[in-house]
């Protein structure tokens, strides 16, 4: 199995199935954790020097953080719905606790901070929606804490790809600090598939080969990108869900295509 693939584990006492740390990914800013919790579970997600975006990826809840709560939050049972999510975002030294009003799945996203934006919950209506690509390059994007909402490092996005069709697509990379041309991000994919036996394959490589990895995602599973470009393909009859969480030295999204395969971006032009 690839080094930059991480498959699910079996819950376990607080839910945990994926948890990826800068030190077992071997890079310096996202934190990214996945938890399946039962109704009536309670999890306390607290963090020193951290942002926190909690996602609500399927299920109800009841939520607080520093002197805000909210109840029965969540508006979707699966990602496929096309909904928005509900999230709580969190500054660093705050905690935010969750429960589960039904089963529940939450990711917990974090990047290195100081604490200059407060508590808030990141309604649906909140979330922006564009659509890229065309033909079968065509993908659905909902931007949870991107340009729409400020943060200090974090950015959150989910990708839906229908069947067959590709996605971060033609493959393109941001692993280099040279802004206005490129930003440098880490960025993890969480996959999700419909049916969930399906499965999607993901591709990691830099220029030069010193990465070059093919990974088959399955239901629930984490694929690493710490450099290099990084396209996704959804296998026929199933449809791809994932989550990105990016972060770096500057809060900005600027890519580079692979110049190889820049000629069909001019051919639709």
Known sequence: MSYLHSKPTKRGESGCIQNITPETANWQYVSFAVYDMLPGEMNRFYSDDQETCLVIISGLASASAGEQSWENIGDRMSVFEKKAPYSVYAPPGEAIEITANSALQVAICRAPAKGKFPVRLIRPENCTYE??????????????????IEAEKLLVVEVITPNGHWSSYPPHKHDSDNIPQESALEETYFHKI?????????????????????????????????????????????????????AGPSREWVFKNDPDHEWMINKAN
Not at 217 to 232: A, I, K, Q
């Open 131 to 148: 659509q890229r690509g065309s033909g079968t390059n065509t993908r659905h994007v909902c931007n949870i804490l991107f340009a729409n």
């Open 194 to 246: 419909d049916p969930p036996q399906g499965f999607a394959f993901q591709r990691v490589y830099t220029d030069d080969r010193s990465i070059d990895e093919t990974i088959t995602c399955e239901d629930n599973s984490v694929v690493m990108v710490p450099r290099g470009y990084h396209p996704v393909g959804a296998a026929h009859g199933y449809d791809l869900y994932y989550l990105n969480v990016m």
